[in-house]
T-cell receptor, first 113, second 114 residues
Framework: QQQVKQSPQSLIVQKGGISIINCAYE??????FPWYQQFPGKGPALLIA?????SEKKEGRFTISFNKSAKQFSLHIMDSQPGDSATYFC????????????FGTGTRLKVLA | GAGVSQTPSNKVTEKGKYVELRCDPISGHTALYWYRQSLGQGPEFLIY????????DSGLPNDRFFAVRPEGSVSTLKIQRTERGDSAVYLC????????????FGPGTRLLVL
């Protein structure tokens, strides 16, 4: 299966809180898992990405946790800020040829001031 | 500019008309992708170019859609006999072309078919 399932569809978090977005996949051939942030009227911008040979990757306030056996990965945004309010997409790609991304359906995050 | 650029930013057309959407990738990027993003959805893959050739066009929905990249840089997505269901944001992305390289997205072209 090529789908990447993403949840929740929307999320409201207080300033300073932790935002958690989850994704699950079926195709074990996927080997690259990026997260993108998209503001209204803009194109998606890469936040952070992980390969399945590591279980966690952290960049600043953003952390990806990866569970290969469960075929799940998640994005954690620590100390969430109003400027983080955007739509977040997980994606997956695999090495067999084209490196095209299969995107999740997105999570609309709103961080309350 | 340093990023991926797309023109026009907005396009309004009538059902049945022909449209062309242009993408200028980041200089030196050999890989170019087109995606389509419907309202409230994630981007969906349309076509991938490595250099001048379409290496994977499996995402094109039907034969009304066609894309070219004649000199390995600028790409044009062409839609014939547009339908209302073609209304979406068309995103272009480019990368260095190697496995796992980041895809950098442009701002998209918002197409509205009346």
């Amino acid at each position: 299966q090529q789908q990447v399932k993403q949840s929740p569809q929307s999320l409201i978090v207080q300033k300073g809180g932790i935002s958690i977005i989850n994704c699950a996949y079926e195709n074990t051939a996927f080997d690259y898992f990026p997260w993108y942030q998209q503001f209204p009227g803009k194109g998606p911008a890469l936040l952070i990405a992980i390969r399945p040979d590591v279980s966690e990757k952290k960049e600043g306030r953003f952390t990806i946790s990866f569970n290969k056996s469960a075929k799940q990965f998640s994005l954690h945004i620590m100390d969430s800020q109003p400027g983080d309010s955007a739509t977040y997409f997980c994606a997956a790609s695999y090495v067999s040829g084209t490196y095209k991304y299969i995107f999740g359906t997105g999570t609309r995050l709103k961080v309350l001031a | 500019g340093a990023g991926v650029s797309q023109t026009p930013s907005n396009k309004v057309t009538e059902k049945g008309k022909y449209v062309e959407l242009r993408c200028d990738p980041i200089s030196g990027h050999t890989a170019l992708y087109w995606y389509r993003q419907s309202l409230g959805q994630g981007p969906e893959f349309l076509i991938y170019f490595q250099g001048t050739g379409a290496a994977d066009d499996s995402g094109l929905p039907n034969d009304r859609f066609f894309a070219v990249r004649p000199e390995g840089s600028v790409s044009t997505l062409k839609i014939q006999r547009t339908e209302r269901g073609d209304s979406a944001v068309y995103l272009c992305a480019s990368s260095k072309g190697d496995r796992g390289q980041t895809q950098y997205f442009g701002p998209g072209t918002r197409l509205l078919v009346l």
